[in-house]
């Protein structure tokens, strides 16, 4: 299945297949990188989320559909794995992360890191760790009441504008002094002003795919 990639990386693809991928997210932006991650013949992909589809997830969610409303993203993923690429094995981890079981993600062999959660908190921490303990990551900024996808790049956290969400980690990293790269997707977009948040198919879907794109690129990065 890997033909085509093959004409781009030659056996580099064999690298990838060693690889460990961990991506904390499967929705709107989470979904497109498991499917990049899968379809690239990552080896492993540690996926974590502890929610369940609903409806109004199917306009940009790619794992959902109107048979797996009420199912756990975590259990669809490796349903998808299973008839896209059953080589690659999907670890579960169906849990809520928070500060006190943070650590436990870290036990795994993990050569990369796609961050792509809402949880403010949880963002900060796995940016603080893969700093700490050298792991490269990227981490997905705000996708919501964005329009148009074009406008989404990849940066270092100190260059981002008229992101409300990277504002918040733009000015934890400054405040806490972290050393080091911070990668980030994040657009030049302002945010279009709702009540709630609205969302599109297309702006997380590129975000998630910019991601897996970025942590391939690096996996092979000194190799091609």
């Avoid at 929705?27 to 080896?43: A, D, H, K, N």
């Avoid at 062999?109 to 700093?131: H, M």
């Amino acid at each position: 299945m890997y033909d085509r990639l093959e004409l781009l990386i030659g056996d580099k693809v064999r690298e990838l297949k060693e690889k460990a991928v961990l991506l904390l997210g499967l929705g709107g932006v989470g979904g497109y990188s498991f499917e990049s991650l899968l379809r690239s013949g990552i080896g492993t992909i540690i996926v974590v989320d502890n929610d369940c589809f609903e409806e109004s997830n199917l306009n940009r969610q790619l794992l959902s559909n109107l048979n797996n409303i009420g199912n756990y993203k975590v259990d669809e993923a490796l349903k998808r794995k299973e008839i896209i690429n059953p080589e690659c094995q999907v670890i579960k981890i169906k849990e809520f992360i928070t500060k006190d079981n943070i650590d436990m993600l870290f036990k795994y062999k993990i050569d990369f890191v796609i961050d792509a959660i809402d949880t403010v908190d949880i963002k900060k921490l796995i940016i603080k760790n893969c700093l700490e303990k050298k792991i490269k990551f990227i981490s997905v900024m705000g996708t919501g009441n964005k329009l148009d996808s074009a406008r989404l790049e990849i940066m270092d956290i100190r260059k981002t504008m008229y992101d409300p969400l990277a504002k918040i980690i733009r000015k934890y990293v400054n405040s806490e002094h972290l050393k080091g790269k911070v990668p980030v997707v994040s657009s030049f977009e302002k945010p279009i002003k709702n009540e709630k948040v609205g969302s599109n198919a297309f702006v997380p879907a590129v975000a998630g795919l910019l991601a897996a794109n970025y942590a391939v690129l690096e996996l092979l990065r000194g190799n091609l």
